[in-house]
């Protein structure tokens, strides 16, 4: 089944600030590396048929490369993130006017602090909701209000995986993987009793970002270099793609961040 991505074309694309630990404005990056990269992400998922959607780059917003951070887009409404740290804050305008013009029935801006699919991720019948970092758990009230389906609050307590999305990627058919250490032991817990076949993915393959992937249900787009995770999913029928957006983790993005899906 073909699905719905809005991506933004890292045009502005550079570290320089820090807000999570990969961030390291004295480290040289490229914007046109950067470019390059995601413009094989773009032909991947374009590729797999899938129709993707382009918002505007804003100058000075050097992150808003990482679209799934804009908004939580489900059921034809959309949540437009409240960020966390002032040198994203800017974007959230961006994505307001965004959903305005494509005509998206419900459109607000979210009360409380929320980093959007970054850390609320759908799983069909439930959302899975981070918080620890970014995104508070007021919002995930908000978020089980809005959109009225059940959330489930996940605590995140490695500074490296911040988002969600950077240590669990929903893969559809129920199925989900994550690293487990990512979480507190009582969201290891939750995980464990509602998802008890999970992929449960090594240190080696979280640390090069491995679950900051895309899933269609079948086609798995993830960073290259998550070589067992690559693997696991081959046991599990799915068709893994490898992605190379190394320029993109300096500042702590990688596939599922430069894609927030719509589901209009
Ligand atoms: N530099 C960005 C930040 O720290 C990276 C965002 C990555 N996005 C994501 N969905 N995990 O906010």
């Known amino acids: 089944m073909p699905r719905r991505y809005l991506m933004c074309r890292p045009l502005y694309f550079d570290v320089t600030y820090s807000i999570n630990p990969w961030m390291d404005p004295d480290r040289p990056t490229s914007m046109q590396t950067g470019l390059a990269q995601w413009k094989g992400l773009f ?30 887009a489900v059921d034809g409404k959309a949540l437009v993130a409240r960020f966390r740290h002032p040198q994203r804050k800017h974007e959230t305008a961006a994505y307001l006017e965004w959903f305005r013009l494509a005509g998206w029935s419900t459109v607000r801006q979210a009360e409380y602090v929320n980093e959007g699919e970054g850390d609320f991720l759908f799983t069909g019948e439930e959302i899975l909701a981070g918080t620890g970092f970014r995104s508070e758990s007021r919002a995930h009230d908000e978020v089980r209000e809005f959109f009225g389906y059940p959330v489930i609050g996940l605590t995140l307590v490695d500074p490296r995986f911040y988002h969600l999305d950077t240590a669990l990627a929903v893969l559809g058919n129920g199925e989900i993987m994550y690293y487990p250490r990512a979480f507190s032991a009582q969201s290891r817990a939750v995980l464990t009793d509602r998802f008890p076949d999970a992929i449960l ?11 900051n992937a895309l899933s269609d249900g079948r086609n798995v787009v993830l960073p290259r270099a998550a070589t067992g995770l690559a693997a696991r999913l081959r046991e599990r029928g799915y068709h893994p793609i490898g992605a190379d957006l190394t320029e993109l983790l300096k500042a702590g993005g990688s596939v599922k961040c430069c894609t927030l899906e719509l589901r209009d």
């Open 201 to 211: 993915a090594e240190e080696a393959d979280a640390a090069v970002f491995g679950l």
């Open 43 to 72: 032909d991947t998922i374009v590729g797999l048929g899938h129709d993707v959607r382009l918002i505007e780059p804003v100058p000075a917003l050097p992150d808003m490369v990482f679209a799934a951070n804009g908004a939580i």
